[in-house]
């Protein structure tokens, strides 16, 4: 089992970071009471893992994990650019790629007027 060291914590290098978790709740605009629910942990634990107070055990950074894979959302690796978290894409929801730049004008740009 692969282990890295996060400000303190020895953490499976697959598991998600206190900030990670903090912003995943932010994305879901859950609480901490929200998250424990979803994840059948105590709100303490939740407080603890994100406050950097108490190295989590690998079982609940597994229910965490999963409790916000199961709300949608998918955690990026560090790879050079930072560890992250984001939305996962939808299947079968029609993506907006917006316009593109020859069909820009001064009117449908969106850009900050001069």
């Given at each position: 089992?692969?282990?890295?060291?996060?400000?303190?914590?020895?953490?499976?290098?697959?598991?998600?970071s206190?900030?990670?978790?903090?912003?995943?709740r932010?994305?879901?605009?859950?609480t901490?009471?929200?998250?424990?629910?979803?994840?059948?942990?105590?709100?303490?634990?939740?407080r603890?893992?994100?406050?950097?107070?108490?190295?989590?055990r690998?079982?609940?950074l597994?229910?965490?994990?999963?409790?916000?894979?199961?709300?949608?959302?998918?955690?990026?690796?560090?790879?050079?650019?930072?560890?992250?978290?984001?939305?996962?894409?939808?299947?079968?929801?029609?993506?907006?790629?917006?316009?593109?730049?020859?069909q820009?004008?001064?009117?449908?740009?969106?850009?900050?007027?001069?």
């Open positions: 089992m692969l282990l890295s060291k996060f400000d303190g914590f020895a953490i499976l290098a697959t598991m998600i206190p900030s990670q978790c903090r912003a995943a932010g994305l879901l605009n859950w901490q009471a929200d998250l424990a629910k979803a994840a059948s942990v105590g709100v303490v634990t939740v603890q893992f994100e406050a950097e107070g108490a190295a989590p690998a079982a609940t597994t229910v965490l994990t999963q409790a916000f894979e199961a709300a949608g959302l998918e955690f990026i690796p560090e790879n050079g650019g930072g560890a992250g978290i984001r939305f996962r894409e939808r299947k079968g929801a029609k993506v907006d790629e917006g316009l593109r730049p020859d820009l004008t001064s009117e449908n740009d969106g850009g900050a007027e001069g």
